[in-house]
């Protein structure tokens, strides 16, 4: 196994920045059709490559970060799909402020994928099953799940929900009718706080189990009132 800076070494020199290139508009082509559908899954259509986007839309990420995130890509296809994306304009390295190790963060251009990963990841709740023996299921995966549950008309006062799952904090922020999703502890005195794991927090968001069917089993702990648990509830578009 190499260390993150040999890691990180070997990307340099396997897969080199082609600026000019990704400015010029060239890439892999893989259907060969002029269609806006094609030419997004021609950058982003390949296994593993929307997921590594995911991992972006929390923040920049080191290469071996991503490594140990995405369990199972090696790092011979991590650093190929990489490629493919700095070409492509949707990733780009940047320094880390105190190391030498480089990390990678979305363009504008990979950030503007955001609302398609979100609805995938909205349409994907629906038809996911039960976890199957060896899937993993990351905490920090959570704050996307909660961005894509939220059904912005049900917004009610303004006020925080904090949501503690596994060694991950983040809370959905209520203000002027629009909710959203904000990484760290809520500012202030939240009116609720969720404590739960990760699997049981998507199994919530995918209807599999219910919030009260998971605090009956104390998989979840929900400190708030009844008026905020139900507010909350709506506002993710749950059967408290």
Known sequence: MLAPADQQAVYDREVPVREKQAESGRRRRAYGQYCGLAGALDVIGERWSLLIVRELLTGPCRYNELLASLSGIGTNLLAARLRTLTEAGVVRQVPRPGSKVRAYELTELGTGLRGAVLELARWGLGV???????????????????????????????????????????????????????????????????????????EIGAGRLSPIEATLTRRLVMDGTDQAIMRCSRLLGLTA
Do not use: K, S
């Open 128 to 202: 996911l099953g039960a976890p199957a023996a060896g899937d993993l299921a990351r905490p920090r995966w959570g704050v996307l799940a909660l961005e894509a549950m939220i059904v912005q008309d049900a917004a009610g006062p303004d006020e925080t929900y904090e949501f503690r799952v596994d060694d991950e904090v983040f809370h959905i922020r209520v203000a002027d009718g629009a909710a959203g999703v904000v990484q760290g502890p809520a500012p202030g005195e939240p009116v609720l706080v969720v404590r739960t794991d990760a699997f049981t927090f998507i």
